[in-house]
C-alpha cells in the first residue's frame, strides 16, 4: 500500500527520507548502536586486562625493575671490587719499587763497603809486603857485609902475611879485622843516618 503525499507515494517518501538520512550520515563518526555496543566491549576488555592481564604485565615490569636494579648493585659492587684490587695493585707496585730502591741502595753501599775493604787490604799487603822486602833487604845487607868481611879478613891477612913475610896468628889478626870493619861501618851508619 502505498500513500500519496503531495503527489507522491510515501512509501517512496520514507524510502527517500532513508536515502537522504543515508546521504546525510557522515561515514567518520560510527552510529549510536556500534558507539555503545564499542564501549561496552570496550568496558568488558579493559575490566578482563585489568583484572588478569595489567597484574601479570605490573609484575613482569617488577621483576624486570628489580633485576635491572640488582644488575646495576652488582656493576657498582664489580666497579668497587676492581678499584679496589686497582688500589692495592698500585700499593704493592709502590711497595716492590721501594723495595728495589732499598736493594739498589744496599747494594750500592755494600759495594762502596767493599771497595773500602779491599783498597785497605790491598794497602794492608801492600805495606807488608813492602816491610818484608825491607826486612829482606837488610837480611841480605848484612849478609853481603858478613861476607865483605870475611873476605876483607882473609884479603888483608893474606896482604899482611905477604908483607910481613911470616905467618901470623889468624884468629889475633881476624879480631883485628873485625874491630876495625866495626869502625868503618859505625863511621859509615853515621855517615848515612846523617844524610
Request: charged residues 35%.
Amino acid at each position: 500500500m502505498t500513500i500519496a503525499v503531495h503527489g507522491l507515494p510515501l512509501a517512496q517518501e520514507q524510502t527517500g527520507t532513508e536515502t537522504q538520512q543515508e546521504e546525510e550520515h557522515n561515514p567518520v563518526l560510527p552510529e549510536a548502536d556500534e558507539l555503545i555496543f564499542g564501549g561496552l566491549a570496550f568496558l568488558l576488555v579493559f575490566v578482563v586486562l585489568a583484572r588478569f592481564a595489567f597484574p601479570l604485565l605490573n609484575q613482569g615490569l617488577e621483576a624486570r625493575r628489580r633485576k635491572i636494579q640488582e644488575d646495576l648493585e652488582r656493576a657498582e659492587q664489580a666497579k668497587a671490587e676492581a678499584e679496589r684490587i686497582q688500589s692495592r695493585y698500585e700499593e704493592q707496585l709502590r711497595e716492590a719499587r721501594a723495595e728495589a730502591n732499598r736493594i739498589v741502595e744496599e747494594s750500592r753501599k755494600t759495594a762502596d763497603s767493599m771497595r773500602r775493604d779491599l783498597m785497605a787490604k790491598a794497602e794492608e799487603d801492600s805495606r807488608q809486603v813492602v816491610a818484608r822486602a825491607q826486612e829482606e833487604i837488610r837480611a841480605e845487607r848484612d849478609r853481603a857485609m858478613e861476607e865483605l868481611r870475611r873476605s876483607v879478613a882473609e884479603l888483608s891477612i893474606m896482604v899482611a902475611e905477604r908483607v910481613v913475610g911470616e905467618n901470623l896468628n889468624k884468629e889475633r889478626h881476624l879480631k883485628l879485622v873485625d874491630g876495625y870493619i866495626d869502625e868503618l861501618t859505625k863511621k859509615g851508619g853515621r855517615l848515612h843516618g846523617s844524610s
